[in-house]
């Protein structure tokens, strides 16, 4: 387990945050399809935090995308580096994420996050903030649909709505990964397009509402925060 330090001139305030926002949104990569579907390797990431303890603890799990077998996992923990502020909670998960990411023995290929890339307010969640940092082709997928509507989409698993703002602009899409289940909600983050990102978000959801990759970062965070807080 790595342990992680605020890195220094990390955002303090809001406003320092939101610039930072704005100058890497520029950034981002949206021309390109990405890795396609069942191929390579796929890399969930999530965080647990313990809020009273002020620590947060990030997993990063490799799995081979056509198999979906655990092929490496590493984690990292360290102060949480922000307040919440709904819009800026990449804020506080990215200095751990990146140590997680760091960690791992092999590339990781697409970067699954748990959250929101271009479906977020200001166009730039953690998985399109994750990606400009590291290069990497990342797509976010969401319990939650933030702040844009959408129609329900059809009943059958692979059935699809967009993920509106402001009326008419897709920032995501409302994909049914089970039959008759509430959907997930899946977004861009960069290097990807959004027709792959969906198609990704079924290859990882065989079984359950949840992509594999995000149930398995979400165990192991959670176990490391554990670890870390029963120590203290």
Sequence with gaps: ??????PAAWPATEEEAR??????????VLGETGPP????????????????RDVVAAAAVVLDAASLDVVAEATAVGRISFPYVPGLLAFREIPTVLAALD??????????CDGYGLAHPRRF?????????????????????????????????GSAA????DGDEEV???????AGVKP????????????????????????????ESTRRADALCRRALQEVTTRH
């Excluded at 610039?19 to 981002?28: H, I, S, T």
């Excluded at 960690?103 to 699954?112: F, I, R, T």
């Excluded at 995501?172 to 089970?178: E, I, N, P, V, Y």
């Design 1 to 6: 387990m790595t342990t992680v330090n605020i």
């Design 162 to 165: 967009p993920l509106l703002a």
């Design 172 to 178: 995501g899409r409302a994909l049914r990964t089970r």
């Design 19 to 28: 610039a930072v926002q704005d100058g890497l949104r520029a950034r981002v």
């Design 37 to 52: 579907p069942g191929t390579g390797r796929v890399t969930g990431v999530d965080v647990a935090y313990d809020d009273e």
């Design 125 to 157: 969640g953690l998985a399109s903030h994750l990606g400009v940092l590291t290069g990497l082709p990342t797509i976010g997928v969401a319990k939650n649909p933030f702040a844009f509507t959408y129609a329900d989409p059809a009943a059958a698993r």
């Design 103 to 112: 960690a791992l023995p092999c590339e990781p290929g697409l970067v699954v």
């Design 184 to 211: 997930v909600f899946v977004s861009v983050g960069h290097r990807v397009d959004l027709d792959n990102a969906c198609a990704h978000t079924l290859a990882l959801t065989p079984r359950f509402r949840l992509p």
